[in-house]
């Protein structure tokens, strides 16, 4: 059920007035049984994956919290197993037969829908509890909410279990303030993923499916595939806050106008934020503070000096960090290169921390004038673009290929996809709405990453004023946005 269609919005729509009409005290129930009723609209034989997790992992919390050692190994073995087995089994055996030269025809295994997304949540849960962090749930379908609460069961954010179970739990009034606030946050979301991103992907699909006879144009298809990734995935991003909000609930934002970042490493603070901090408290500094790390640093400073013995085993823990991001991002090699490719450029960049230091000193460049800050926004945007050839390429192989032809035998041109594709039938019309649209969004960002609010801003204007704004949304969306592709859902929910 895409959050971009009519059965999704009518099903969101009788939650939230269903949430308020009925008893507070079961208002944690009704949201249990639509989380359960929407993941089933998704598959029935999706549920059997997602009960398996959340009922291993709820035991396994109240074995942890008792001190058992040897349950938080067992339950992350099967909680990752599951997950790996469904997602990389045909990877593994792929390659394996690709060394051995021999053909391989792929398993049918099931994917369940947003198998990375609750993985991840509910062993967050487990470790948390088994470092004393929070206490184990002791309601198995209080548990079962926290795992399949439904607006972000399918692409995020990555909720922590104290910040996330008490607000699921509570009895929350009715207050029009919020939901008003909650529907702005939506309609912003919808204007992402409709103006810019189902647009753009026609560009993407064009671009990227025909790569060996529109050579020339990866740059086109890049630029675009970033315009359609961040409205696509801050968009959905967006609806779910949006819907959460209505329900009361303040859930974790996950982006932070990642295109004003001033490094790799700032732009992954700003990108998928709550991704990045459960791959920091769960992998990174596990490894950077486990004792073969520590020995490890020991034998850097020893033979290789003081400065690059301290950032070596941070450079290596970034590595192995990024590694498995790319990894999670999909089974294939050319994510495992993205994920390697942003922890190389992360690592390295740590090594050289204090060359990068004394060299700016030498050139007398100041750090804080607007000129070096600007020329440090649009490094990095070059730097993530040439990432999203790895990310979007089908191989390793077709990411060089476009990305040397980009330089050689660059070409532009917005009348590559074919106009009967197109909501409006003019690639022209639909290349402005791209435009259009990524001018409003860098606007917004603008003025958020200057401290202003926009959402608060508007909601302290008068009602007519806040109504003008919330009609402008919705209009833009039947005006110009991609009414045929908006039912093909998002990238994201198939992690």
């Not at 109240?62 to 001190?67: D, I, P, Q």
């Not at 997602?87 to 295994?109: D, H, M, P, Q, W």
């Not at 699909?205 to 359609?228: H, K, W």
């Amino acid at each position: 059920m895409s959050f971009v269609s009519t059965a999704f919005i009518t099903f969101a729509i009788i939650c939230i007035a269903g949430y308020y009409l009925i008893p507070k005290q079961y208002q944690w129930v009704w949201l249990l049984v639509f989380s359960y009723i929407y993941y089933l609209a998704a598959g029935p034989a999706y549920v059997f994956f997602l009960l398996f997790s959340t009922a291993i992992t709820f035991f396994g919390g109240l074995r942890a919290e008792m001190g058992s050692k040897a349950a938080v190994p067992v339950v992350l073995l099967l909680d990752f197993g599951a997950l790996a087995f469904v997602k990389y089994t045909n990877f593994v055996l792929g390659s394996f037969a690709g060394i051995l030269g021999r053909e391989f025809r792929e398993l049918k295994i099931l994917l369940p829908l947003g198998i990375s997304f609750y993985t991840f949540q509910t062993a967050g849960y487990l470790l948390d509890v088994y470092w004393k962090r929070c206490k184990a749930e002791r309601s198995f379908p209080r548990f079962m909410l926290f795992a399949s609460f439904f607006p972000q069961i399918m692409q995020g954010p990555i909720s922590r279990y104290g910040q996330l179970a008490g607000q699921l739990y509570a009895e929350h009034d009715l207050d029009l303030r919020r939901i008003e606030g909650g529907m702005y946050r939506i309609a912003w979301g919808f204007f992402k993923k409709m103006v810019i991103a189902d647009n753009a992907a026609l560009y993407v699909s064009a671009v990227f499916d025909q790569y060996t006879t529109l050579r020339g144009y990866g740059l086109l298809g890049v630029l675009m595939y970033s315009a359609q990734l961040y409205a696509d995935f801050s968009g959905g991003i967006d609806i779910v806050i949006g819907i959460a909000e209505c329900l009361g609930i303040t859930l974790a934002e996950n982006f932070r106008q990642p295109f004003f970042a001033t490094s790799i490493g700032d732009f992954w603070h700003r990108w998928h934020i709550t991704l990045g901090t459960w791959m920091k408290d769960y992998v990174f500094y596990p490894i950077s503070l486990s004792n073969w790390m520590g020995s490890f640093g020991k034998w850097c400073r020893k033979r290789l000096g003081k400065n690059v013995g301290r950032a070596m085993p941070i450079c290596v823990g970034n590595i192995i960090v990024f590694l498995i991001v790319g990894i999670w991002h999909g089974p294939a090699w050319h994510y495992i290169v993205y994920g390697l490719y942003n922890g190389l450029i992360i690592g390295i960049s740590g090594l050289l921390a204090k060359n990068f230091r004394d060299w700016k000193k030498r050139l007398k460049i100041n750090d804080k004038a607007a000129g070096f800050h600007m020329f440090q926004i649009i490094r990095t945007f070059v730097l993530v673009n040439i990432s999203w050839y790895l990310d979007c390429s089908g191989s390793v192989g077709q990411a060089l290929m476009m990305f040397k032809d980009s330089i050689l035998r660059f070409k532009f041109s917005i009348n590559v996809i074919d106009a009967a594709d197109t909501w409006s039938g003019s690639q022209a019309v639909t290349f402005a709405c791209i435009v259009f649209g990524c001018l409003v969004v860098f606007v917004h960002s603008l003025l958020a990453e200057c401290g202003v609010d926009v959402r608060d801003a508007i909601l302290a204007r008068p009602v007519p004023v806040r109504g003008a704004v919330l009609f402008l949304l919705l209009a833009s969306l039947v005006l110009i946005g991609n009414q045929p592709l908006s039912v093909g859902g998002f990238i994201y929910a198939n992690f």
